[in-house]
């Protein structure tokens, strides 16, 4: 190309440098500034903010209810991976391997919940578990076992499992396509050699499905982890606001209300660090655990 | 014969669950657009049968009580002066970064991505009063740029995939006829490039269209609300007021939109999406 150096970095920085400034400006810097800000004790108002040293922190591991948040987070962690994964696979599967002719009507209707706002997800789940009028209640009703009926939301020991059913539902489908296309890249040849060796359905999904789309499900736990741990609080938020009794608030429901509720900014801030180190370590945690030698045959 | 009698025993035994997700999937949905039409007292009545007429009064309520107009209007503009700054910010770059050597692309392209994987959260407080001190705070221009930031990684990353697949021979060609780079930017790869263009926008408008954290956070007056900030006070008034029906048709105007997009668009948004996700 035709073209002198200067031309060559003048393009450079037309291409690179407004948008890098806008990501430093809206991203970069809120976050570095993040963790600046949570040492120290502030109310918002600019005068009012007083170096506190490793105060906040020290407040992190004495306040009661952050154990709660973490706890409720890693639940919501555990119980999705295990329900996404079971009922992804099993979907994934049956849609690949079973030959059944209706199966992108399947994949299209259970990817749906995928794009769905978290806000209508939550309000309509919300409605659904309403004690009066909502589908769960009614239903138990009809089915006579008016006594297991209960204001699911409302109740503290319900009200987590409750916000975990929508979660799940909302996240099958992406995770069914993305196993989908493992299944997809798989020869035909080596379950046809193991239908000629006799292997049953199940043996040859034991043997060969699940280790050859063992990268796509490793994809998939890390990636529920980290929307989890990242992302979990809009549902809470919308279907209970951390309530009742605290008994769902997570790590980033509690941050919103500390920071934008009680103008604790600070501590809100210290409560991010919290968010992000505890989902770098867990992530980190967990592809050292699922390390484990590509299958190939 | 006796296997393929087994077999399609089998084929039906494995359609229970499949049709029962189906349900699952569907019949909350359906069910929101059916309360959309029926008035209180019959969602009282008989909230999960159909409704003896089909009147439109709950949409009329929510446009004329609730601003659902001015909120619909908000929603649409960060939605898409988001995506279009979204791809104005990602188009160069991703074209610099996939095509052009120079040293720290690697590094760069390694910001951009890791970004994806980290909580935000953390960034929402002091964004807060940054937004604040550039009169952004409580605007839906600040929240449109906020929103095209927040999805450049994504793009970035989604674009340079389909950016690698133009022949470089067309630049090398199209450079020799004495086109500038910025000629070759835009009107060779970025034409070459418009599935990916398409794919990336689709993604992100869906996004936006959706979002409520950042917009709880970063608007306060009724007047620049979001939908998805309205149906949250729709959803807040209607435990006092008991106002379900407004509250269900508010959640199918909001939904309505994505409904369609996906119909027309079904393919492209599966793909993106876990293009999106396999990035790890």
Request: with cysteine; hydrophobic share 55%; aromatic share 16%.
């Amino acid at each position: 190309m035709v073209q002198t150096k200067k031309q060559k970095h003048l393009f450079l920085a037309f291409c690179l440098l407004p948008t890098f400034i806008l990501f430093a400006v809206f991203t970069l810097y809120p976050l570095f500034s993040g963790l600046y800000y949570s040492f120290f004790d502030w109310s918002g108002s600019s005068s009012k903010k007083e170096f506190i040293g490793f105060a906040n922190y020290v407040q992190l591991f004495k306040d009661s209810v952050i154990p709660d948040t973490i706890i409720h987070d890693y639940f919501l962690v555990v119980t999705k991976v295990i329900g996404i994964m079971i009922l992804a696979i099993f979907f994934a599967v049956a849609l690949t391997q079973l030959k059944i002719k209706e199966a992108p009507f399947y994949r299209i209707v259970f990817f749906f919940p995928n794009i769905m706002s978290v806000v209508v997800i939550g309000i309509l789940w919300t409605f659904i578990f309403n004690p009066n009028l909502g589908l769960v209640n009614s239903g138990l009703e009809v089915l006579g076992l008016e006594s297991l009926a209960k204001p699911w939301l409302g109740d503290e020991k319900w009200a987590l499992p409750s916000i975990m059913v929508p979660a799940i539902w909302a996240g099958i489908g992406l995770f069914m396509l993305m196993l989908m296309g493992g299944i997809a890249n798989i020869s035909k040849s080596y379950y046809e050699a193991a239908r000629i060796d006799g292997a049953s359905e199940w043996q040859q999904f034991w043997k060969i499905t699940l280790p050859l789309v063992w990268p796509q499900i490793k994809v998939s736990i890390l990636y529920i982890v980290i929307t989890t741990l990242n992302g979990s609080f809009i549902l809470v938020q919308v279907m209970t606001g951390g309530g009742p009794n605290n008994a769902t608030h997570v790590m980033g429901s509690y941050l919103y209300q500390q920071a934008f509720k009680q103008y604790n900014f600070g501590y809100g801030a210290t409560i991010g660090v919290m968010i992000l180190v505890l989902s770098l370590v867990t992530v980190l945690l967990l592809q050292f655990l699922m390390r484990r030698e590509k299958v190939e045959y | 014969m006796e296997k393929s009698v087994g077999q399609f025993l089998g084929r039906t035994g494995i359609r229970i669950p499949l049709i029962l997700w189906t349900i699952a999937v569907l019949y909350p949905i359906f069910w929101m657009f059916l309360g959309s039409f029926k008035s209180n007292a019959e969602i009282y009545r008989n909230p999960w049968g159909w409704p003896e007429v089909f009147n439109f009064n709950n949409f009329s309520q929510a446009w004329s009580n609730y601003n659902i107009d001015t909120s619909v209007f908000n929603s649409l503009f960060v939605t898409v002066i988001g995506a279009v700054l979204t791809l104005v910010l990602a188009i160069p770059t991703a074209y610099a970064i996939e095509r052009i050597n120079f040293r720290g692309s690697k590094v760069l392209f390694t910001i951009y991505i890791s970004a994806m994987m980290i909580p935000m959260v953390l960034g929402w407080i002091p964004l807060f009063f940054l937004l604040s001190k550039l009169n952004l705070l409580d605007s839906i221009i600040g929240l449109s740029i906020v929103y095209a930031v927040s999805q450049l990684p994504f793009s970035i990353f989604v674009l340079t995939s389909f950016m690698s697949t133009v022949p470089k021979s067309l630049e090398e060609a199209a450079a020799i006829d004495g086109m500038s780079p910025y000629g070759i930017l835009f009107k060779v790869i970025t034409p070459l490039t418009m599935s990916g263009i398409i794919t990336v926008s689709i993604m992100n408008c869906i996004q936006f269209w959706n979002e409520y954290f950042m917009a709880l956070i970063f608007l306060q007056t009724k007047e620049n609300y979001t939908l998805a900030l309205a149906i949250d006070y729709i959803s807040n008034e209607a435990q006092y007021t008991n106002a379900w029906g407004t509250l269900f048709a508010s959640l199918v105007i909001a939904i309505l939109p994505v409904i369609i997009l996906y119909i027309i668009f079904q393919r492209r948004i599966a793909k993106g999406m876990t293009e999106g996700a396999i990035k790890g």
